[in-house]
Nanobody, 120 residues
Framework: VQLVESGGGLAQPGGSLRLSCEVS????????MSWFRQAPGKGREWVST???????YLKDSGKGRFTASRDNSKNTHYLHMSGLKTEDPAMYYC???????????????RGQGTQVTVSS
């Protein structure tokens, strides 16, 4: 499976970003997709999971601010982030299947990730 993340960048506190993850080599429409993040010097932190039937699970700190979506016609998974806070900066990665599902163990990143920076 190949995962290509994009959409990160610099946002102001309270701002928004939409991250994208393009997936190939995986039966995307029947695969759960997750996002996790890793800040310098910290461990991997699960952010969200979306199942094939569009059930969404979110880390408590992201509820009300983040949501996930998927476009099966584009084999692309999204993380919509709003109300960005100073604790959100990290490299964000997507992953597939049982990896990181619903907050379970997140394995090593398989894509290059996309950097999110929050600063005024």
């Amino acid at each position: 499976v190949q995962l290509v993340e994009s959409g990160g960048g610099l946002a102001q506190p309270g701002g928004s970003l939409r991250l994208s993850c393009e997936v190939s080599g995986e039966p995307f429409s029947t695969t759960s997709m997750s996002w996790f993040r890793q800040a310098p010097g910290k461990g991997r932190e699960w952010v969200s999971t979306i199942t094939p039937d569009n059930t969404i699970y979110l880390k408590d700190s992201g509820k009300g601010r983040f949501t996930a979506s998927r476009d099966n016609s584009k084999n692309t998974h999204y993380l919509h982030m709003s109300g960005l806070k100073t604790e959100d900066p990290a490299m964000y990665y997507c992953t597939a299947g049982s990896d990181c599902f619903g907050g379970s163990y997140c394995g090593a990143p398989r894509g290059q990730g996309t950097q999110v920076t929050v600063s005024s």
